[in-house]
């Protein structure tokens, strides 16, 4: 039995090690809930207007030549999805936005994986996503993200 439980152990901590960034990233997204600065768009319409003035903004369209991506329904009307690839939508990549909306940092997050597709959750993808909230919210919600960083134990 004790050794059962041992392989369990290796088996659960293996699976937490493996998973671990992105639950740390997703607890620090959630807890901006709530901060001045975060707003709620809530339905697909406005939030592809929100996408819309991220891409037309003076500032990224310098900083980041890439395609606006697609906003589709997301089919499992659960959470925000990027799907990115030079076959999907003629290379612009989409974001899945359920029916009832989204916050504004979950396009920005949505956004950060477009312009660092390889980035997965790690620290490429968690420095660039600080620097779109940074420019896009304000300090305020920045400061936050910073300290949930720290506080969820997200590498950045
Ligand atoms: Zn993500």
């Known amino acids: 039995m004790k050794v059962y439980l041992t ?29 001045n600065g975060i707003i709620y768009l809530d339905n ?11 891409f037309n903004d003076a500032w990224f369209k310098q900083n980041f030549k890439i395609r606006k991506p697609v906003v589709v329904k997301e089919p499992k009307d ?21 029916d009832r909306g989204c916050y504004n940092f979950s396009i920005l997050h949505e956004v950060a994986h477009h312009i ?3 980035g997965k959750h790690e620290r490429e993808f968690t420095k660039m996503y600080l620097i779109l909230i940074e420019h896009f919210t304000n300090q305020n919600v920045a400061k936050e993200l910073k300290s949930n960083y720290k506080r969820f134990g997200v590498e950045f």
Request: aromatic share 10%; no cysteine.
């Open 7 to 35: 392989l369990l152990f290796l088996s659960l901590f293996g699976i937490t090690a493996y998973g671990n960034q992105t639950s740390k990233v997703y607890e620090a997204d959630a807890a901006l809930v709530g901060v």
């Open 44 to 54: 697909r319409e406005n939030a592809s207007k929100y996408l819309d003035k991220v």
């Open 78 to 98: 659960y959470k925000l999805t990027s799907t990115i690839g030079s076959n999907v939508a003629n290379g612009r990549g989409t974001i899945s936005v359920p």
């Open 116 to 118: 660092r597709p390889n």
